[in-house]
């Protein structure tokens, strides 16, 4: 069977995504591009996870594959897909509908993100090259642009995305909007004239995954996010 690994990345502003496409593992495609939508990238890398998806899937349907399994670091990706999350906005919604009409048949698999799987750290890396493309560019069977990484802000990075995908499962809305001053993630709860707060996740050699709440105009809000935030870390750690 075609396995599909896919990844999403927001870096400097700009959000890219990749897959990996092999078949008996023999890699046939390898799938980088950028997506510059306004209203996707408010989602940053929720938006190349959901596009490396999207771009797999019409590879699979341009070259007769109707059955394929595809890994995946963001639970969002499959529980969109399902309909066991709530889809709260356009680009969700949509992503739910197009998968729906999909005559694709998919086994969904969740893979720990940065976890040594080769398949799984090059759809990462494609995904960050496609940060550096333009005006939603595809490329594939290109070789992967290196790009620098900061291993503590890295992990800063990936825990905010999890946070945000956790928070999500709890119904809260709340997306994770990148890494800042090579020092902290930042996750946002809320949007707008509902914005609750933000959680900065500093990962340094001095603060281990330690968060910030901030802006908060509600103490109960931010016990709530912050006793959430033990539960993610809890679960993350067990």
């Not at 599909?4 to 995504?17: E, M, P, Q, R, V």
């Not at 890398?45 to 771009?55: K, R």
């Not at 992503?95 to 759809?123: C, F, Q, R, T």
Request: net charge neutral; glycine share 8%.
């Amino acid at each position: 069977m075609i396995k599909i690994y896919t990844d999403g990345s927001f870096i400097n502003g700009k959000c890219g995504f990749g897959a990996v496409i092999s078949d008996n593992g023999t890699i046939m495609e390898e799938i980088s591009g950028a997506v510059t939508d306004p209203q996707s990238l408010r989602h940053r890398q929720v938006a190349g996870e959901v596009e490396a998806v999207l771009q797999a899937l019409k590879w699979c349907s341009n070259n007769g594959v109707n059955e394929c399994e595809i890994y995946f670091d963001y639970q969002g990706v499959q529980s969109w897909a399902t309909g066991e999350w709530k889809r709260k906005t356009a680009l969700t919604q949509t992503y739910h509908d197009l998968l729906v009409k999909s005559e694709i048949k998919i086994k969904w698999v969740k893979v720990k993100a940065h976890s040594g799987d080769p398949m799984n750290d090059e759809a990462d890396r494609l995904a960050k090259a496609g940060c550096g493309l333009a005006n939603n560019e595809v490329l594939a069977k290109k070789d992967p642009v290196e790009i620098s990484t900061n291993v503590l802000l890295d992990q800063a990075g990936k825990t905010g995305i999890n946070f945000a995908e956790f928070l999500n499962s709890e119904d809260i809305d709340a997306y994770y909007s990148g890494t800042y001053n090579g020092m902290y993630s930042r996750v946002e709860i809320g949007s707008g004239k509902d914005r609750l707060g933000i959680v900065d996740i500093y990962n340094t050699k001095k603060k281990s995954l330690k968060p910030d709440f901030r802006g908060f105009k509600n103490d109960l809000d931010k016990k709530i996010i912050n006793d959430l935030w033990d539960r993610f870390l809890k679960a993350s750690l067990s």
